[in-house]
């Protein structure tokens, strides 16, 4: 989705691009206040949908998930680059949109067409970040999970899709928290159990893979994605 306002609209031709990876439950809507603010800077941006987000239904199950999929990502940024070929474009993705920038990233390498990427309030490895909040605040796990819940299971036009898996989604309507949600819906994400869907969807399963600059930026009084759960290691691992 493409910011289309007027400020936008007058932005030269050559302006940097920025494509937004939204948060867990979000969206372009939830976006536009960022979108809004990346055109007052100069940069034309555009909000990079995963499968379920923005209204959009749900068409074919599994193959979704909170983390996202590197291969929808791998082609809208083509898609970027085929509108934009000679700007320079970067990446930010936000909460889970920002493991989906490093999952992206590294798994690609070389191949990625972005120029840079900022990963923003990560939780970085997912099989303990998500136990930390569980133990630290599972009012807030156990709300953000109802969230999830509600966001992918309970549209009616998500139905047609996820009755072809129907005792998988009767099993995930039952997790109370994160780590329950990515267990009881691992096969929504094409995945065998937990462990296959760490080894798809994890963003430190890919990271030092990457070849270009990104700015990881977390704060330490985040509440959702703790300062636990932090990786100073990563930074001598990667030159990037």
Not at 142 to 150: D, S
Not at 159 to 186: C, D, F
Not at 193 to 219: S, T
Request: net charge positive.
């Amino acid at each position: 989705d493409w910011a289309d306002d007027e400020v936008t609209r007058n932005l030269p031709t050559d302006a940097p691009v920025l494509g937004i990876l939204h948060t867990i439950t979000g969206g372009s809507h939830a976006h536009r206040g960022f979108m809004k603010y990346a055109a007052n800077r100069g940069w034309r941006s555009c909000v990079l949908n995963r499968r379920g987000h923005s209204g959009m239904t749900l068409k074919i199950v599994p193959r979704f998930s909170i983390m996202g999929n590197v291969d929808d990502t791998v082609m809208m940024v083509d898609r970027m680059r085929k509108h934009y070929p000679n700007n320079f474009i970067g990446l930010a993705g936000i909460s889970a949109g920002s493991g989906q920038v490093v999952s992206y990233i590294g798994r690609e390498g070389d191949q990625v067409k972005v120029d840079a990427a900022a990963s923003l309030c990560p939780a970085w490895d997912i099989s303990v970040s998500f136990a930390h909040l569980q133990r630290k605040y599972p009012w807030l796990d156990g709300y953000i999970t109802r969230g999830i819940q509600n966001h992918y299971l309970k549209p009616r036009r998500n139905q047609p899709a996820l009755q072809a898996m129907s005792q998988t989604v009767e099993k995930a309507w039952k997790a109370r928290n994160l780590g329950e949600w990515m267990e009881y819906s691992a096969p929504l994400a094409g995945c065998s159990d937990l462990n296959h869907f760490y080894r798809e969807n994890n963003p430190m399963q890919f990271f030092q893979g990457n070849k270009i600059p990104c700015l990881v930026l977390n704060a330490l009084d985040d509440f959702l994605c703790l300062k636990e759960n932090i990786r100073y290691d990563v930074k001598d691992q990667v030159m990037n």
